[in-house]
């Protein structure tokens, strides 16, 4: 049975532990609040891009002609991955990793590469077999808009370049506080505006200047757009998880001290009465 002082210093502990989950609890939901906003703000701006690019379908005559429409043969893919920077948010991470070795272990006829974004995820794939051609970290959970520009700077110029055939982006999509999916989205070529079949467009364009031209001024827009919205609903549903897991750490560890501290009132009780019995036992030797 272990001493007062084991326990007392058990007790200490815990208690300790969840100070620090209850504080990392309030700082995660006050961060999930700020992304829930950039979630809200991203959302329509990107319908609103996709809807503006299927009426210019639409209304173009021509066939729509950029780079990032490309199809070609896929000799060559590229996974983008997006986790967390730092652990304690559940399984956030662990369930990005665990669909992208499956996405990985499929045979598609063609090489991989990955880019990964944030630490969780290059710190397990780097030990693998699949090459890292670039990795970005240090967000920690907050959108930095020069990053995600290089990132999209890197990811289309590879594209055009034909180093790579197909883009794919792998994050975790924010649909509550408690709700989050994994998506998978083809991030480039992209696909060409859907224009639904019989249905009329009742809107005429005159094009100034040339479809082409408005499409070039348009795509880097609409890939930068793709990105944001990719990054702030990962880094969303991160807080999200953080917040979970810490406010589960906090109930679990006032669980414990609970527990701790009837095995406390246990061993203390046994001493004291070991201590009388003592007494008792001395006295009734000196009475005989």
Same mark, same amino acid.
């Given at each position: 049975?272990?001493?007062?002082?084991?326990?007392?210093?058990?007790?200490? #502990? =815990? =208690?300790?532990?969840?100070?620090?989950? #209850?504080?990392?609890?309030?700082?995660?939901?006050?961060?999930?609040?700020?992304? &829930?906003? *950039? =979630?809200? &703000?991203? *959302?329509? /701006?990107?319908?609103?891009?996709?809807?503006?690019?299927?009426?210019?379908?639409?209304? %173009?005559?021509? !066939?729509?002609?950029?780079?990032?429409?490309?199809?070609?043969?896929?000799?060559?893919?590229?996974?983008?991955?997006? +986790?967390?920077?730092?652990?304690?948010?559940?399984?956030?991470? %662990?369930?990005?990793?665990?669909?992208?070795?499956?996405?990985? &272990?499929?045979?598609?006829?063609?090489?991989?590469?990955?880019?990964?974004?944030?630490?969780?995820?290059?710190?397990?794939?780097? *030990? *693998?077999?699949?090459?890292?051609?670039?990795?970005?970290?240090?967000?920690?959970?907050?959108?930095?808009?020069?990053?995600?520009? %290089?990132?999209?700077?890197?990811?289309?110029?590879?594209?055009?370049?034909?180093? +790579?055939?197909?883009?794919?982006?792998?994050? +975790?999509?924010?649909?509550?506080?408690?709700?989050?999916?994994?998506?998978?989205?083809?991030?480039?070529?992209?696909?060409?505006?859907?224009? !639904?079949?019989?249905?009329?467009?009742?809107?005429?364009?005159?094009?100034?200047?040339?479809?082409?031209?408005?499409?070039?001024?348009?795509?880097?827009?609409?890939?930068?757009?793709?990105?944001?919205?990719?990054?702030?609903?990962?880094?969303?549903?991160?807080?999200?998880?953080?917040?979970?897991?810490?406010?589960?750490? +906090?109930?679990? #560890?006032?669980?414990?001290?609970?527990?701790?501290?009837?095995? /406390?009132?246990?061993?203390? &009780?046994?001493?004291?009465?070991?201590?009388?019995?003592?007494?008792? %036992?001395?006295?009734?030797?000196?009475?005989?």
């Amino acid at each position: 049975m272990p001493t007062l002082r084991e326990v007392k210093k058990r007790i200490r #502990s =815990v =208690v300790s532990t969840r100070r620090i989950t #209850s504080a990392m609890e309030m700082v995660a939901a006050a961060k999930l609040r700020r992304a &829930q906003q *950039r =979630v809200e &703000q991203a *959302r329509p /701006y990107a319908a609103k891009l996709d809807e503006m690019l299927s009426h210019l379908a639409a209304g %173009s005559t021509g !066939e729509i002609v950029h780079p990032y429409f490309e199809e070609r043969e896929v000799k060559k893919r590229t996974l983008v991955i997006v +986790t967390s920077d730092r652990g304690l948010c559940g399984s956030f991470n %662990s369930n990005v990793i665990r669909r992208a070795v499956d996405w990985l &272990q499929a045979d598609r006829g063609a090489e991989v590469e990955l880019v990964t974004i944030g630490k969780k995820g290059n710190d397990f794939f780097k *030990r *693998r077999k699949w090459p890292i051609t670039r990795y970005y970290a240090d967000f920690e959970g907050v959108l930095d808009y020069a990053k995600a520009r %290089s990132i999209v700077a890197f990811l289309t110029e590879r594209f055009v370049a034909g180093d +790579t055939d197909e883009i794919n982006l792998l994050f +975790t999509r924010f649909i509550s506080t408690v709700r989050y999916k994994i998506s998978l989205e083809k991030y480039l070529p992209i696909s060409r505006p859907a224009v !639904e079949s019989g249905k009329e467009v009742n809107l005429e364009y005159i094009f100034e200047p040339s479809p082409e031209e408005i499409y070039a001024a348009l795509m880097p827009g609409y890939t930068t757009t793709k990105m944001v919205t990719a990054l702030v609903e990962s880094f969303a549903s991160e807080h999200g998880s953080r917040m979970i897991a810490m406010s589960n750490a +906090t109930k679990n #560890s006032a669980e414990m001290i609970d527990a701790l501290t009837l095995d /406390y009132n246990k061993v203390r &009780q046994a001493q004291i009465t070991k201590e009388l019995l003592e007494v008792v %036992s001395g006295a009734e030797a000196l009475r005989g």
